[in-house]
């Protein structure tokens, strides 16, 4: 039995939205999209709306969204392919030194992180020159790439191989987490960095023409709703480029992954991999069949969670996080929230909340407790056990971790 609010067509809505915010707030500027969204003619049945939905660029970020005939490239956003990867590892929080601090050193040496200069030489968040681990990946990702470019030169990127296995910033984490048995586990957040926010942002300007060009602009709530059309040149283009950035994104965790093992093992007792818990897309599209239709359907910070999935919804860089399984209810198209969502856009965070809020939130975690990161303090994110709570008909809690050591840009 599935536990949303369901909202009913109003004004220029053409389909109805089921929200799962049981406990949870939505603020109107969220209202306000999903409706926006609501009221395109190509949406297929209704708009879902997952617990840690907020506004977000394009379109909220929380949703799903099942359309025939059409995909909205702005809802799908620039961050393609952005998800989450965890292992569990043989060692138990017993096999930790008291102190982590040259854990953090050590994991953060590994992985290049933080803000960037668009990948040029210097950049401490993009490698100078890669490892040969990341070489071979990229070796495979090319030649598909450079079929893309041929086609829409404007798209390229010249930072590929240096940002692949490189965390970027804002909410991209690595962590090294305990469960409620100790068991370690190695937790990662990221997505397709520089060269999937070229192709996101080209696409969506592309599509924006195009609603010049057929003088649909006008007819849509706003220029972030402008799509493309199934079955044209432009669309097809767009899915493949979309592939390959969620492909490149699945490599770049796995090349990080591999890169903070590799580091653990400096300075950890030898250990085994005991488990890979899931390496899953949270912004991407994917042709599905719901309601007895075949669809396109744009998670935009929404995990895939069919019956027997297994997904992870992070929390904050303190509160820990869930890995979950997956009921496969069809109200949320098989979906459920990417992690607890924010409740303070960036900018009121850094106004809210003081240093030393952040210092006392982050008690007992090995992390960065300066002024940079306070965009990330665990008072910026909605309630992680609220969040559970309100879609427990979609997912069922297998592991909650805690964090102990985690890794921002």
């Known amino acids: 039995m599935s536990d949303f609010e369901f909202i009913a067509q109003e004004g220029k809505m053409r389909s ?84 982590l601090g040259h854990i953090r050193a050590e994991m953060e040496r590994a992985t290049p992180h933080g803000r960037t200069n668009n990948g040029e030489k210097g950049d401490r968040g993009a490698w100078d020159n890669a490892p040969t681990s990341a070489l071979n990946r990229w070796n495979g990702l090319f030649d598909r790439y450079e079929q893309i470019i041929a086609k829409h030169p404007k798209a390229k990127s010249y930072n590929g191989l240096n940002h692949l ?4 910033t804002g909410n991209h984490f690595i962590e090294l987490c305990g469960d409620e048995n100790q068991d370690l586990w190695v937790m990662l957040h990221s997505g397709s960095r520089g060269i999937g926010n070229k192709i996101g942002s080209y696409f969506i300007e592309q599509a924006k023409k195009e609603m010049e060009r057929y003088h649909v602009t006008e007819y849509l709530p706003n220029a972030d709703c402008a799509y493309l059309v199934e079955h044209t040149e432009l669309f097809q283009d767009y899915v493949e480029a979309v592939s390959w950035a ?103 965070a850094f106004k809210a909340i003081s240093l030393e809020d952040h210092i006392k939130a982050t008690e007992g ?45």
Request: a positive charge.
């Open 246 to 348: 969620q492909d490149f994104a699945w490599e770049n965790r796995k090349q990080m992954m591999h890169q903070t093992i590799m580091a653990l093992r400096k300075v950890l007792p030898p250990f085994a991999v005991t488990q890979e818990a899931i390496n899953c897309h949270h912004n991407y599209i994917s042709r599905e069949h719901h309601f007895g239709e075949n669809v396109i359907v744009t998670r935009k910070g929404a995990v895939r969670a069919r019956e027997g999935d297994l997904g992870i919804i992070p929390g904050s860089m303190a509160t820990g996080s869930y890995i979950v399984r997956g009921k496969g209810n069809h109200d949320s198209f098989c979906s459920c929230s990417h992690g607890a969502g924010r409740r303070m856009s960036r900018g009121q």
């Open 365 to 409: 975690v090995e992390c960065r407790k300066d002024a940079d990161v306070i965009d990330e303090s665990p008072a910026a994110y909605k309630d992680l056990g609220a969040v559970l709570a309100a879609q427990s008909d979609l997912v069922e809690v297998v592991h909650r971790l805690r964090t102990l050591v985690n890794v921002k840009g």
């Open 165 to 168: 296995g490189t965390l970027g």
């Open 16 to 99: 109805h939205i089921k929200a799962w915010n049981r406990g949870v707030e939505f603020d109107e500027g969220t209202y306000a999209q999903l409706r926006n969204i609501a009221s395109l003619p190509f949406i297929h049945k209704h708009v879902a709306a997952m617990p840690d939905a907020h506004v977000g660029i394009g379109a909220t970020v929380g949703s799903v969204i099942a359309t025939k005939g059409a995909v909205i490239p702005a809802a799908v956003g620039v961050d393609l392919g952005c998800g989450m990867m965890a292992w569990r590892i043989s060692l138990k929080e017993s096999d930790l030194p008291d102190s």
